[in-house]
DNA sequence: AAATCTAACAACCGCCTTACG
DNA sequence: ACGTAAGGCGGTTGTTAGATT
């Protein structure tokens, strides 16, 4: 079995089947999973055509990177993750991927999904708080979508905006402000990490699982996730 | 018990970056 | 140096399960 063999069978098959979107089934979990451990989790155009699944490479990419990756942790954020993220947010905004470097298991995606049902959570409790009948505030905590007019939790603050914002909504209630207010409030419970926290710093916060850089495993280590021989034959 | 709301999760889209020929 | 393809990232939307009314 070499790899131009794969690609030659699945450019047949690409040719009668349509990408496949939505949610992914066990059987194409395994699959992914087997071609991954065949062939790396780099090749993601490749793996999408020889494994026959009718996914974009980037489908696939996004299924191991948030679902199917060995290292994943699943379930609620522990209270220090909890604060871990609010604290590189505040640094960094929100650089998602960077901030999941520091929390090993966790996803950019994850760490995303639990910044935005939280912030909303916080947004609401501050509107309540604000006052019932308050007109001045009415655009209050975020900036409100330019095309939609929706309110974005997102648009947040941290110092280190990159391409994706970092705006501030010129006379709204930036994020930064929210921010500030947390911090304030939240001064007694959370050490606030200094302005010129370094990554080192950081990963204090994280267990020694974590690698510096990654909480991407190492080959050895991902083995024990191995899928079993039996699975691979299934497959071959 | 049914309807509605909310939180959490999964997945796609579009843009940007990077690697490679 | 340039163009292109693939990968990576952030934003957004859809789905579902559990909680509440």
Same mark, same amino acid.
């Given at each position: 079995? &070499? ?7 699945? =450019?047949? +098959? ?13 059987? =194409?979990?395994? !699959?992914? $999973? $087997? ?16 494994? /026959? ?11 191991? %990177? ?15 993750? =909890?604060?871990? %993220? ?6 960094? /905004? $929100? ?15 994850? !760490? ?8 909303? +959570? ?5 509107? +309540? ?19 939609? *007019? ?6 947040? /603050? *941290? ?12 006379? /709204? ?8 207010? !947390?911090?304030?409030?939240? =001064? $007694? ?11 080192? %710093?950081?990963? !204090? ?17 991902? +083995?024990?996730?191995?899928?079993? &021989? ?7």
């Amino acid at each position: 079995m &070499n790899q131009q063999h794969f690609q030659e069978e699945s =450019e047949k +098959k690409m040719e009668q089947d349509e990408i496949r979107k939505g949610p992914w089934t066990e059987q =194409e979990d395994l !699959i992914l $999973n $087997n071609f991954v451990h065949l062939f790396g989790d780099r090749r993601w155009d490749f793996i999408a055509k020889v494994s /026959g699944l009718n996914r974009t490479g980037k489908s696939c990419r996004l299924r191991w %990177v948030n679902y199917l990756h060995p290292g994943l942790k699943r379930g609620k954020m522990t209270p220090q993750e =909890e604060r871990l %993220v609010l604290q590189l947010h505040a640094k960094w /905004g $929100n650089r998602w991927s960077r901030i999941a470097r520091k929390l090993p298991g966790r996803t950019d995606n994850q !760490i995303k999904n639990y910044w935005r049902t939280h912030m909303r +959570k916080q947004a609401q409790e501050k509107k +309540k708080a604000m006052s019932p009948s308050s007109s001045s505030s009415s655009n209050s905590h975020s900036s409100p979508s330019p095309s939609t *007019g929706k309110v974005s939790f997102y648009d947040t /603050g *941290g110092q280190d905006m990159g391409k994706s914002g970092g705006f501030e909504d010129e006379k /709204g209630y930036s994020m930064d402000d929210i921010w500030k207010d !947390i911090d304030m409030s939240e =001064e $007694n419970m959370i050490t606030p990490l200094s302005d010129n926290c370094s990554e080192e %710093v950081c990963d !204090i916060f994280c267990p020694p699982m974590a690698s510096p850089s990654l909480w991407k495993m190492g080959e050895e280590e991902s +083995k024990m996730f191995l899928p079993s &021989n039996q699975s691979i034959n299934l497959l071959l």
